[in-house]
């Protein structure tokens, strides 16, 4: 008798555009797996409704994206430590003991750092610009993956400080403005969500990029986003955009759904064609 294949969905608000069906189907038609993804859109205020009619229909996993990752905190049964630290979720799972919460955002850029764009994360000074959801997940993975030290740079100095705070037992965090920031970074992130609209990136201070070897931007687009444009025009054309941290985290994902890890390489390339503008 065949048995119906595992059923997981990307949960959201929106999440008509997402493509993490698309890279999960890869990943199973790699590692032959028989399982079904879909989207899953929920109101904004009806994601404990929309993922409880999943479960309770036999769904296998979700993954959360924007606005519902720290609602999904709440939902799981239990924490995965690295979800705990992050205080977001973005992989539900069922298991025996209930519902389990990860967070593979952090993991998924660190890999495409390291891994795709050839950057040193251990020992050097990291600077993050912008303070919400996204680098709330980020921080712990960058700090256990051996950064000496995390700026984290936002318009609204509360926010980084607020993260800083949090993250404070972890590692070296500081936060600053916009307009006080550090010439002395390795690595160079961008977090700010107004960069991909033409023209609405606030003005940085080129200076930051003084020692940077390498630039990240976690948006990404078809094309290169302004943020990686600007670092390229002031002489640092190592960079990605977040295209990768997209896949990664996706892989992470379905090794935690399916007990092994896709190689992620050949769906980058089968889903944008050779992402890399660096010398990863
Ligand atoms: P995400 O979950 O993707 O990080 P978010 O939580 O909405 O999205 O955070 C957006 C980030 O971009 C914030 O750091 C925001 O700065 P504030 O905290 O000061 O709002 C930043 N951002 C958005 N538009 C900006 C702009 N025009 N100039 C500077 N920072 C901006």
């Known amino acids: 008798m065949s048995s119906a294949p595992d059923r ?8 008509d555009h997402s493509r993490s069906p698309d890279i999960h189907r890869l990943f199973a038609e790699q590692c032959g797996q028989v399982m079904e993804y879909t989207r899953l859109p929920a109101p904004t205020d009806g994601f404990e409704r929309v993922a409880g009619e999943f479960f309770g229909a036999g769904g296998a996993g979700l993954n959360v994206t924007l606005p519902f990752k720290l609602a999904a905190a709440e939902f799981a049964d239990r924490l995965t430590e690295r979800a705990e630290r992050a205080g977001a979720v973005n992989t539900l799972k069922t298991t025996p003991n209930g519902l389990l919460g990860d ?82 970074a390795d690595l160079v992130i ?23 070897g390498a630039v990240y931007d976690m948006i990404y687009a078809d094309a290169p986003t302004p943020f990686l444009r600007w670092a390229a025009e002031h002489g640092v054309a190592a960079g990605r955009d977040g295209f990768g941290m997209l896949v ?27 992402a890399t503008r660096g010398p990863g």
Not at 8 to 15: D, N, R, S
Not at 136 to 158: C, E, F, K, Q, W
Not at 191 to 212: D, F, Q, Y
């Open 248 to 274: 990664e985290q996706a892989a992470e994902s379905f090794a935690l759904w399916r007990g092994m890890r896709p190689s992620t390489k050949a769906v980058m390339d089968t889903l944008r064609g050779p």
């Open 8 to 15: 997981y969905a990307v949960i959201g608000h929106p999440v």
């Open 103 to 184: 967070n593979t955002d952090g993991a998924g850029l660190v890999a495409d750092l390291v891994d795709n764009l050839g950057a040193t994360v251990a020992g050097r000074h990291v600077l993050i610009l912008g303070a919400g959801g996204a680098v709330r997940g980020v921080v712990p993975s960058l700090l256990a993956a051996g950064a000496a030290r995390i700026t984290i740079a936002n318009r609204s100095i509360d926010k980084a400080r607020a993260i800083a705070t949090a993250c404070a037992g972890m590692g070296e965090v500081i936060a600053c403005g916009l307009d006080a920031l550090p010439e002395d």
């Open 190 to 212: 961008n977090a700010i969500s107004a960069g991909l609209t033409e023209g609405t990136m606030p003005a940085l201070n080129p200076r930051i990029l003084a020692r940077a």
